[in-house]
């Protein structure tokens, strides 16, 4: 198999949908008022969990950093950091969620109990050489 045809079966079994040769959005996003970046599960739901991902030793906000949501019952939604390493979640329906980071060699995680139209703010402090910093 040719790397090409291996990184079209990584493509297509990640759920992306497009072409190799255009740049992909893996999930809609739009920008916050605030600047920040945004996913949005469910239009009709009112929850939102948001934060910011920083350096552990240093507090300088990481960009890039690719934050997972996974729900109880729903798909995975991901998102990339901004430049002050923020993100959000929104449209979030009553359930309980696993909060990922993923940033160099560290993972970091948060399980969120959030209630209907509750709003929770997750600020993440990591190591990018391998691990959490509390």
Known sequence: ??????????????????????????????????????????????????????????????RNALVVLQPERSRLLEIMTDDLGRFRFEGLPPSTYRVQVFVGHAEVVETVALEEMATHHADFRVDPTGGRSV
Request: proline share 10%.
């Open 1 to 62: 198999m040719s790397l090409r045809a291996a990184v079209a079966v990584v493509f297509v079994l990640g759920g992306c949908v497009g072409s190799l040769d255009a740049p992909v959005e893996p999930r809609p996003t739009h920008e916050l008022p605030d600047g920040g970046p945004s996913v949005v599960l469910d239009a009709d739901a009112s929850g939102s969990i948001s934060g910011r991902v920083r350096h552990g030793k240093t507090g300088v906000p990481l």
